[in-house]
């Protein structure tokens, strides 16, 4: 029997290499449900290919032209948010990729779960807006949250066999971005052409800003909390300009394991999707002599506040971490469309914290709502600077 995967965000960098993978092993998986945002070609053009029952795209200008390409080939298609809800629910889905960005993957997530569908979670943002809501209503629904991203995956990899020992400590390595090393008089006048330009990971152009501000660590360090039941102190995080260890886990005996290779999603993406069985791959092997040496630093915390604001908001629990996400994806766009420096995007985040209502023990509405009022706070702070 294949695996039916139902992918949410085909059309982005994630979802374009889970249907390499699922294009190399065409015994093993078949796609059933496929959606986007806007891009309507190339979701005409997988739909085409891969032949879900389902195929959702968002924006509804595009509806009627999806539709009436899809029609030939019996291919149902919806455009609206409850329908994004809904076709993750379907018979014939049996994992959900989630690489869609930002909030928009919350609802949709939630969904699969009552559903009882596992998940393979690239998006990130849905554990850091609601991390506990969703690792309790995956238990209780007897559900698996399979890690895409690289270095949870890495730390995923490294507790494989090692379910009776508990963690001391987990590493995750951060690239540092494209700014690492400067200060922030280099920093303050930084255009959105060099913060997208990534060292060593071609993804998103959200995910490549959070990477050169390092939020996308600090998003990392929450995402991490939940998916291993952790605090705040058994994460570190440190500079590995090279991206090749992926993440290490630190055992009680003080015994380290590392899951290393070259930057490659598909890696982590197939190996999310076929769990605990590894798939042979072409992917290019890594080459310990090519690289000499493998380097590891302190980030710098003082330079690159991020990171030590979503720290913060871990430490502080309830609905910070939703209200820093929020913010955050106020002030990246705003950053994408020149209306803000690099340097007041983390500005943007702090006043949020501290504006926003706190609430200790969050509900769904309560997450929804505060997430509303975040980014209409933060929109109209930036309305207000340009
Ligand atoms: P992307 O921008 O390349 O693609 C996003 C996809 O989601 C597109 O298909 C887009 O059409 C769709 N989409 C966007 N907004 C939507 C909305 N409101 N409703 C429905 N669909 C919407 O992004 P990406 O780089 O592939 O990242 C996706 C997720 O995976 C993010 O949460 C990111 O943090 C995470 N991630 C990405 C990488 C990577 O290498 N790209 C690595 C680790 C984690
Ligand atoms: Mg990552």
Redesign the pocket.
């Known amino acids: 029997m294949k695996k039916r995967v139902a992918i949410?965000?085909?059309?982005?960098?994630?979802?374009?290499?889970a249907l390499e993978v699922i294009a190399a092993h065409p015994d093993i998986f078949s796609v059933s449900v496929l959606?986007?945002?806007?891009?309507a070609d190339l979701?005409i053009e997988q739909a085409v290919k891969f032949k879900p029952e389902e195929v959702?795209i968002?924006n509804e200008a595009h509806y009627e032209r999806v539709k009436a390409a899809l029609f030939p080939f019996n291919i149902k298609v919806y455009s609206s948010?409850s329908a994004?809800v809904s076709v993750v629910e379907s018979d014939h889905v049996d994992v959900v990729l989630?690489?869609?960005?930002?909030y928009?993957?919350l609802l949709p997530t939630i969904h699969a779960i009552k559903a009882g569908k596992d998940i393979a979670l690239?998006?990130?943002?849905?554990l850091v807006v609601a991390g506990e809501l969703i690792t309790a209503l995956a238990k209780q629904y007897n559900v698996r949250i399979y890690p895409?991203?690289?270095e949870h995956s890495a730390i995923f990899q490294c507790l494989a066999g090692e379910q009776d020992n508990a963690i001391e400590k987990i590493i995750l390595t951060a690239s540092g971005g494209p700014f690492r090393g400067k200060d922030r008089a280099f920093l303050a006048n930084v255009t959105k052409a060099q913060a997208l330009k990534h060292p060593n990971?071609?993804?998103?152009?959200?995910?490549?800003i959070?990477s050169a501000t390092l939020m996308?660590k600090g998003?990392e360090v929450i995402e991490a909390k939940w998916l291993f039941d952790l605090n705040a102190s058994q994460i570190d995080v440190v500079v590995h300009p090279q991206s090749i260890v992926h993440s290490l886990v630190q055992f009680e005996d003080g015994s380290i394991k590392a899951q290393m290779g070259l930057p490659d999603?598909k890696l982590?993406i197939q190996y999310a999707l076929y769990y605990p069985q590894r798939l042979k791959s072409d992917f290019p092997r890594f080459n310990f002599i090519d690289y000499p040496s493998l380097t590891f630093e302190q980030p710098d915390l003082e330079t690159f506040r991020n990171l030590a604001i979503a720290y913060e908001a871990l430490e502080k629990g309830g609905n910070a971490a939703c209200i820093v996400n929020a913010a955050n994806e106020i002030a990246v766009d705003a950053f994408l469309h020149d209306k803000i420096g690099f340097l007041d995007i983390s500005d943007v985040i702090v006043e949020s914290l501290a504006k926003i209502a706190f609430i200790g023990n969050p509900s769904i509405e309560d997450y929804v709502q505060t997430n509303e009022a975040t980014r209409r706070y933060a929109s109209e702070m930036i309305q207000v600077k340009v």
Request: proline share 2%; net charge negative; aromatic share 2%.
């Open positions: 949410l965000g085909s059309t982005g960098s994630i979802g374009t290499q959606t986007a945002g806007g891009n979701l959702v968002c948010a994004l989630t690489a869609m960005v930002g928009a993957g690239a998006n990130k943002e849905t895409v991203d690289s990971w071609s993804m998103g152009a959200k995910i490549t959070d996308n998003l999603m982590p």
